[in-house]
């Protein structure tokens, strides 16, 4: 429903969800998926741990099921994530050599996006860099390589696959605040380097009445790059749903972070879209009349 008043191919706009085999073999979530959304995601499945979880043997069975099943239901299919800090294997934390860590960014990123050249229309290729404070993360990737990882990974997609938009993603990016303008920071500058950064991602899994700056915070990003994204949504009120979707309409796109409470990672906390049960709550119905 959200996608037939929400013409992603006339307004480049679309709502999404996140899912993965195990959630989309559930009858319900499979049919509001079909009904409701224009765009999936793999929740877990094309992480590095789960595609490449020993070095250069990869595994695509759970990102084919996905990639099947949007593709049968006529959804956009956004790839999650290339290169992060969690969800990683350990041989590649031990890595200390740059360039062993070079070639296996680019390994890992060229086999994945090669194989799927032409069906993902996004990639978050780098997710969650930042600290709090705007400044870059320790992990593997910037302690070994500095921030130039992120050049190497974006060249890797880049190279795999012309057409498709590569995103830099983050979360708590709610409001214009420190991690926001590093963020741009790095985007401006890597893109003045010629590295092809499209899109940024914010995550926006929002404490309850959180999402009053996100509207100034999209803008904030979007003076760095082509197109801005929500991903991820989740933890909001009613009324925040509304505020990320209005915000959405006034600038780029939302993707709600799974489909059913029952299956969320933050299940306690009274999440998503559609109840334990798989009825419609009243965020739903707001943002449907609000389309
Ligand atoms: C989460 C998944 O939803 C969980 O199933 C998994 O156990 C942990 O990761 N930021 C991201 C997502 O970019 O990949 C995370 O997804 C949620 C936070």
Known sequence: RFQ????????????????DQGTLSVSQVSNIVRANFGQLTPENSMKWDSTEGSQNSFSFSGADYLVNFAQTNGKLVRG????????????????????????????HAKTIVTRYKGKFFHYDVVNEMFNEDGTVRSSVFSNVLGTTFVDIAFKAARDADSAAK?????????????KVNGLVNLVNSKRADGVAIHGIGTQAHLNAGGAGGVQAALQKLATAADEVCVHEVSRASSNDYLTVVNACLNTPNALVWGVSDKDSWRSGQNPLLFDGNYNAKAAYNAIINAL
Do not use: E
């Open 80 to 107: 999650h994530t290339l290169v992060w800090h969690s969800q990683l294997p350990q041989w590649v934390k031990n890595i200390g050599s740059a360039s062993t860590l070079t070639t296996v960014i680019q390994n």
């Open 4 to 19: 037939q008043r929400y013409d992603f191919r006339t307004y480049r706009q679309y709502f999404g969800t996140a899912a």
């Open 166 to 178: 590569l995103y830099i993603n983050d979360y708590n990016l709610d409001s214009v605040n420190s």
